[in-house]
């Protein structure tokens, strides 16, 4: 079972025995996921089930068969099911992506707003755009913003941590 979370979602609870590639690593851990799918079963989890369904996909491209747990480890829980939360864990981030681009696109809507009555109405288009961009990523269920924010250094994991799930990916 793979994890496709940042680092602060995985250490915030993941289903037992989850190991975390993200998703912008998968391809790196290609060959090592390929020789886990020949001896078995790989689920694929995220917290909603939406980079999970986009590492499936990247996955069976390249021939490797996997399944994804719809609605993540948000219906995971919802269920009654029980996550594993490291009790040491550097998280080195406390929120998920999502709550990331909510506080952000909060922030920047806001920013806009208050430049646009206190300075110059110009300033009210960077509301209006990142508004665009929410019903962008609503309409296409991707977000540019998630991207962006998930290549900060505190939402990518450390080569260390990515080199230990490959090392039990290739233990199993």
């Not at 369904?53 to 996955?59: D, F, I, K, V």
Request: with cysteine.
């Amino acid at each position: 079972m793979t994890s496709q979370r940042t680092p602060g979602e995985y250490a915030s609870g993941h289903l037992p025995g989850a190991l975390n590639i993200p998703l912008d690593q998968v391809r790196r851990a290609l060959p090592d996921i390929g020789h886990v799918a020949e001896r078995g079963d790989v689920l694929v989890v995220c917290a909603s089930g939406a980079r999970s369904e986009n590492a499936c996909r990247l996955l069976a491209e390249q021939g490797i068969p996997t399944a994804t747990l719809a609605g993540g480890t948000g219906a995971w829980a919802a269920e009654g099911h029980e996550l594993h939360r490291p009790e040491a864990c550097d998280t080195r981030s406390g929120w998920s992506v999502e709550r990331q681009v909510r506080f952000t696109a909060g922030t920047l809507v806001l920013i806009g707003l208050l430049l646009g009555l206190l300075v110059h109405p110009a300033f009210q288009f960077v509301s209006t755009a990142i508004a665009g961009g929410l019903v962008f990523s609503a309409l296409t269920d991707s977000c540019g913003m998630a991207v962006l924010l998930g290549k900060l250094p505190h939402n990518r994991p450390r080569k260390a941590d990515l080199d230990a799930a490959l090392a039990a990916l290739r233990g199993r």
